[in-house]
């Protein structure tokens, strides 16, 4: 199993611009969400789905947005860059019964300029 | 605001000693505790995990206690090594609502000195 997979690893993006960040995942997990992580702030949910078609808002969801057609992938769409949004986002996953724990991906390191 | 508060945010701490990080949460309806540990360039990794009828939880070195009536939690580790050097964050989750929300600490950097 790949688990969690992360593309890109790195991005730069001009303000204003857009782009989507790739999330998937092969265990079969229902729940899948979205975090940033800034110092001193922790890691902060954006979206989660806890399953195809269906998503819904986290803390921190203003800028971005989300959509999950299927089990495996759930990606992120930056619709027009801020340098607010400048941070480390990880994807994660996991079961919705059962043991809770949520294995997360690589991260995408983004930097809006 | 934030739900699950987490200190120090830093801590440096001389091999073989013990590590301590501490948490305090305000809503009662939070059921499910866990601990994440996280090392540079990579995601965070599930640790260890608490639920609020016991008060303690041991791993190897690892151990959370848990203060039901102060609404805090804690994470010690044991005989620290230089391997342990990484960002710690506690967590909390209500599983009677389907565990939908983790909502983190906002982490803590341990540095092992050898």
Same mark, same amino acid.
């Given at each position: ?8 690893? *790195? ?29 001193? +702030?922790?890691?902060?949910? %954006?979206? @989660? &789905? ?20 299927? $089990?495996?992938?759930? =990606? ?7 340098p607010?949004q400048t941070s ?14 949520? @294995? /997360? ?5 983004l930097t809006v300029? | ?17 013990? &590590?301590?990080?501490?948490?305090? @949460? ?6 499910? *505790? =866990? ?27 690892? $151990?959370?206690? /848990?203060?039901? &009536? ?6 010690? %580790? +044991?005989?620290?090594? =230089?391997?342990?050097?990484?960002? @710690? ?14 909502? /983190? ?10």
């Open positions: 199993n790949a688990g969690v997979t992360q593309t890109p690893k *790195f991005q730069v993006l001009k303000t204003g611009q857009s782009m989507t960040l790739q999330c998937a995942q092969d265990m079969n997990h229902e729940y899948m969400s979205w975090y940033r992580q800034d110092p001193g +702030m922790g890691l902060r949910l %954006i979206h @989660y &789905s806890v399953g195809a078609g269906i998503t819904d808002q986290g803390e921190v969801p203003n800028g971005y947005n989300v959509s999950r057609s299927t $089990t495996e992938d759930f =990606p992120l769409r930056l619709l027009s860059a801020a607010s480390v986002y990880f994807c994660a996953s996991r079961r919705t019964s059962g043991r809770y724990e949520q @294995y /997360f991906g690589p991260g995408t390191r300029t | 605001q934030q739900q699950v508060k987490q200190s120090p945010q830093s801590l440096i701490v001389q091999k073989g000693g013990i &590590s301590i990080i501490n948490c305090a @949460y305000e809503n009662t309806a939070f059921d499910y *505790f =866990p601990w994440y540990q996280q090392f540079p360039g990579k995601g965070p990794a599930l640790l260890i995990a608490i639920r609020p009828d016991v008060s303690e939880k041991k791993e190897g070195r690892f $151990t959370i206690s /848990f203060n039901k &009536s102060a609404k805090q939690f804690s994470l010690h %580790i +044991m005989d620290s090594q =230089p391997g342990d050097s990484a960002t @710690y964050f506690c967590a909390a989750t209500s599983l009677i609502q389907g565990a939908q929300k983790l909502v /983190f600490g906002q982490g803590t950097r341990l540095t092992i000195n050898p």
